[in-house]
């Protein structure tokens, strides 16, 4: 098939009428690193970056873990003008919104996450995170306070993911579109709330210390549907769906 913005809007289509589904998107490389000097980026090429976009465009909010934003350079996140139409004739708001996972609130308010934000953001934390930091991200961001927290937990385990998709039903943003890290696919793989994965596999051999792209889920045995599989050039397109 014809790797293409048509192409790969039909290949990556979401299931109708479903209220909340949450997508995984990463990169890897063959050898299952997650990243080249602490970032994904060098692993994608344009086909990659494409595939991103056009998930982008499908998703009411994408999804992000703290650790992300800072690493990544999450800021000014937006569809381009053609996909915002796409979004409007599928009534749709022509941008998805943005959310950060995050227990202890270490955001700087000025990041380019909040102040280039074509949408207001969405903060997501636990009762017990800092009241302070609470304030200061509430005057750039809605705050939604899923769980209790919980002692000992991890960052993302700390909130509660499944009250987290709860409340974004409740504001109609329940197609999430998670872009990592892998602490929060590890912490999403254990409330067992994947509900599919998406996987460019780039063709390049990385070595060294690199992570996986999960990271802190419990050892499972959960079975993957295979959607699709698209090859452009050396690049893998894949698709995993629960079924």
Same mark, same amino acid.
């Given at each position: 098939?014809?790797?293409?913005?048509?192409?790969?809007?039909?290949?990556?289509?979401?299931?109708?009428?479903?209220?909340?589904?949450?997508?995984?998107?990463? &990169?890897?490389? $063959?050898?299952?690193?997650?990243?080249?000097?602490?970032?994904?980026?060098?692993?994608?090429?344009?086909?990659?970056?494409?595939?991103?976009?056009?998930?982008?465009?499908?998703?009411?909010?994408?999804?992000?873990?703290?650790?992300?934003?800072?690493?990544?350079?999450?800021?000014?996140?937006?569809?381009?003008?053609?996909?915002?139409?796409?979004? $409007?004739?599928?009534?749709?708001?022509?941008?998805?919104?943005?959310?950060?996972?995050?227990?202890?609130?270490?955001?700087?308010?000025?990041?380019?996450?909040?102040?280039?934000?074509?949408?207001?953001?969405? &903060?997501?934390?636990?009762?017990?995170?800092?009241?302070?930091?609470?304030?200061?991200?509430?005057?750039?961001?809605?705050?939604?306070?899923?769980?209790?927290?919980?002692?000992?937990?991890?960052?993302?385990?700390?909130?509660?993911?499944?009250? !987290?998709?709860?409340?974004?039903?409740?504001?109609?943003?329940?197609?999430?579109?998670?872009?990592?890290?892998?602490?929060?696919?590890?912490?999403?793989?254990?409330?067992?709330? &994947?509900?599919?994965?998406?996987?460019?596999?780039?063709? !390049?051999? &990385?070595?060294?210390?690199?992570?996986?792209?999960?990271?802190?889920?419990?050892?499972?045995?959960?079975? !993957?549907?295979?959607?699709?599989?698209?090859?452009?050039?050396?690049?893998?397109? $894949?698709?995993?769906?629960?079924?």
């Amino acid at each position: 098939m014809a790797v293409d913005r048509a192409s790969l809007l039909e290949a990556y289509a979401l299931p109708e009428g479903a209220a909340r589904h949450v997508r995984m998107n990463f &990169v890897s490389s $063959l050898d299952g690193a997650v990243s080249i000097g602490g970032r994904s980026g060098g692993l994608g090429d344009e086909t990659d970056r494409l595939a991103m976009r056009v998930m982008r465009t499908l998703a009411d909010v994408v999804l992000v873990g703290a650790g992300t934003v800072r690493v990544e350079g999450y800021g000014g996140v937006r569809v381009g003008e053609a996909d915002a139409a796409w979004r $409007l004739e599928h009534v749709r708001a022509p941008q998805p919104r943005l959310a950060v996972v995050s227990a202890a609130l270490d955001l700087d308010p000025q990041h380019p996450f909040f102040a280039k934000a074509v949408e207001r953001p969405i &903060v997501v934390t636990h009762a017990a995170a800092p009241a302070d930091r609470r304030a200061a991200l509430s005057a750039v961001a809605d705050v939604l306070i899923c769980g209790d927290g919980e002692a000992g937990a991890d960052a993302e385990g700390s909130v509660d993911l499944e009250a !987290m998709l709860a409340s974004l039903v409740d504001l109609g943003i329940g197609r999430v579109l998670c872009e990592g890290g892998p602490r929060l696919f590890g912490a999403l793989m254990n409330a067992d709330l &994947v509900d599919e994965l998406c996987l460019s596999l780039s063709p !390049m051999l &990385v070595g060294g210390s690199a992570g996986r792209i999960s990271r802190g889920a419990v050892e499972m045995e959960r079975s !993957m549907h295979l959607v699709h599989a698209i090859p452009a050039g050396d690049l893998l397109l $894949l698709r995993y769906s629960r079924g």
